[in-house]
C-alpha cells in the first residue's frame, strides 16, 4: 500500500513538473517570438514591400523637435547615429525604414549619402522611373518629387503604400505640409511635381510584384449601350499581367472593322491604367453608327491577348440613316435644278452652234474631258 501510495506521489509529482515545463516553454516560445516581431522586424510570410508598408505606417505621426534653439530634430537620425540632426530628413526617414525592415545594404548603399534625395534617387539599386513613362508605382516603392517641375531637383521622397489605378498613394518623413512629421498623403499619378519612381533591388521584388495569375483587364469601364453623338466619353480600367507590359492599346472600329481611333503604349510594369490613353481616342468625333470598343495587350512573357472586345452604338442609328437619305435626296434636287439651268443654257448655245452641241451629247457619257474634244 505505501508503494503503491509513493508511486501515486511521484507520477503527480510529475505531471505537475510536465505542466510548469510545458509553461515555461510557452513562455520562452513567446518571448522569443516577440523578439524576432519586435517593432521593425520582417514577419514570416511577409515581403520586403509588405513589411517596408507597414513599418512606415507604423510611423505616422511621429513628429521633429527643437533642441538647443534648432529645428528638424527627429528620432530616425538620432536611431541611425547620422549628422542628420538639424536638416531635412525624408531621405534619414526612407534609409531607417529599409534598416528596420532588415534590408541588405546592397540595396541602399552608402548612409552617409541619405541626407540627400539626389543620392537617395542615385544610390538605390533597382529600376529608376520617370512620371509619364508608362510605368505605375507598386506599394514598396520610393516616389521622387520635383517642386518646381522642370527644374530637375530632387526636392523630397516617400514611400508609396498603395495604387488604385489613378491615384498614389504615399507616406514621408519630414512632411512640411504636416508641420515636419511622418505623414500619409494621397496624389494623382499624373501631379506634375511627380518626378519620378524608384523600384528597390528588393531580394524578393520579382515575387512581390508578380501578384496577377493572368493577362487580363479589371475593373472596365467602356462604351456600351448608345451613346450621344458629339459628347466625349473617358474610359478606365487596369490591365493586369503576370510578366512585365509591352503594349497595350485600344481601338475603336466601325462596322465594316475600319479602324476610327485609338491609342497605343509600350506600358511597363505588371498593370497599366488605360485611362492614361484616353486624352488622345476621339469619341466625340465618331459619327452615328454602330461600333466596337477594343482593349489589347502584350507581354514579355509572350502573352498577346484581346481583353476586351465590346459593342456599341452611337447617336440614333436610324435616324442617322434617314438623314443620309435626305441629305442624297437633297443633292440629286440641287443637280436637277442646275441640270435645268444648263439645258436652258445649251438650247441657247444650240440655236447658234448645233455641232457643238452634237458634239456634247455624243461625248459627255464617254469623255468626261469633252469640252477638249469638242473644240
Known amino acids: 500500500m505505501e508503494i503503491r501510495n509513493n508511486i501515486r506521489g511521484f507520477m503527480i509529482k510529475n505531471v505537475k513538473l510536465k505542466r510548469?515545463?510545458?509553461?515555461?516553454?510557452?513562455?520562452?516560445f513567446t518571448v522569443s517570438n516577440v523578439v524576432v516581431q519586435g517593432a521593425g522586424a520582417v514577419k514570416a510570410e511577409e515581403s520586403s514591400r509588405d513589411a517596408i508598408v507597414r513599418i512606415a505606417k507604423e510611423e505616422i505621426g511621429n513628429q521633429e523637435y527643437e533642441k538647443d534653439g534648432i529645428e528638424n530634430w527627429n528620432k530616425y537620425s538620432t536611431d541611425l547615429g547620422v549628422d542628420g540632426n538639424g536638416y531635412a530628413w525624408c531621405a534619414i526617414f526612407v534609409y531607417w525604414v529599409f534598416k528596420q525592415a532588415g534590408l541588405k545594404q546592397s540595396v541602399y548603399k552608402n548612409v552617409s549619402n541619405w541626407m540627400s534625395v539626389y543620392y537617395t534617387y542615385n544610390e538605390t539599386n533597382g529600376e529608376k522611373h520617370v512620371r509619364g513613362d508608362g510605368y505605375y508605382p507598386v506599394p514598396g516603392d520610393l516616389v521622387v518629387f520635383d517642386w518646381k517641375n522642370?527644374?530637375?531637383?530632387?526636392?523630397?521622397?516617400?514611400?508609396?503604400?498603395?495604387y488604385d489605378g489613378s491615384t498614389m498613394t504615399y507616406i514621408d518623413g519630414n512632411s512640411e505640409s504636416s508641420n515636419g512629421t511622418v505623414a500619409e498623403h494621397t496624389y494623382s499619378v499624373n501631379e506634375e511635381t511627380i518626378y519620378g519612381?524608384?523600384?528597390?533591388?528588393?531580394?524578393?521584388?520579382?515575387?512581390?510584384?508578380?501578384?496577377?495569375e493572368e493577362l487580363k483587364v479589371d475593373?472596365?469601364?467602356?462604351?456600351?449601350?448608345?451613346?450621344?453623338?458629339?459628347?466625349?466619353?473617358?474610359i478606365s480600367g487596369v490591365v493586369q499581367s503576370p510578366s512585365a507590359l509591352t503594349k497595350v492599346s485600344v481601338n475603336i472600329y466601325n462596322e465594316a472593322g475600319e479602324w476610327m481611333t485609338g491609342a497605343e503604349s509600350e506600358a511597363g510594369g505588371y498593370s497599366f491604367d488605360i485611362h492614361r490613353l484616353d486624352n488622345a481616342i476621339s469619341f466625340g468625333k465618331l459619327s452615328a453608327g454602330n461600333y466596337r470598343f477594343v482593349v489589347y495587350a502584350e507581354n514579355k512573357g509572350g502573352d498577346k491577348k484581346t481583353l476586351t472586345d465590346k459593342n456599341f452604338s452611337i447617336g440614333n442609328i436610324e435616324g442617322g440613316a434617314q438623314q443620309k437619305k435626305a441629305d442624297i435626296k437633297e443633292k440629286i434636287r440641287e443637280n436637277a435644278i442646275k441640270l435645268k439651268l444648263y439645258g436652258k443654257k445649251l438650247e441657247k448655245i444650240y440655236t447658234k452652234n448645233p455641232v457643238l452641241i452634237r458634239c456634247f451629247f455624243n461625248e459627255v457619257l464617254e469623255n468626261p474631258g469633252f469640252v477638249r474634244v469638242c473644240k
Open 219 to 234: 475593373g472596365t469601364v467602356f462604351p456600351e449601350g448608345n451613346l450621344e453623338e458629339g459628347k466625349p466619353f473617358s
Open 150 to 162: 522642370g527644374g530637375n531637383q530632387f526636392d523630397h521622397i516617400g514611400i508609396v503604400i498603395n
Open 197 to 212: 519612381y524608384i523600384c528597390p533591388d528588393y531580394e524578393d521584388s520579382e515575387a512581390a510584384l508578380i501578384k496577377y
Open 20 to 28: 510548469k515545463m510545458a509553461i515555461l516553454l510557452l513562455l520562452l
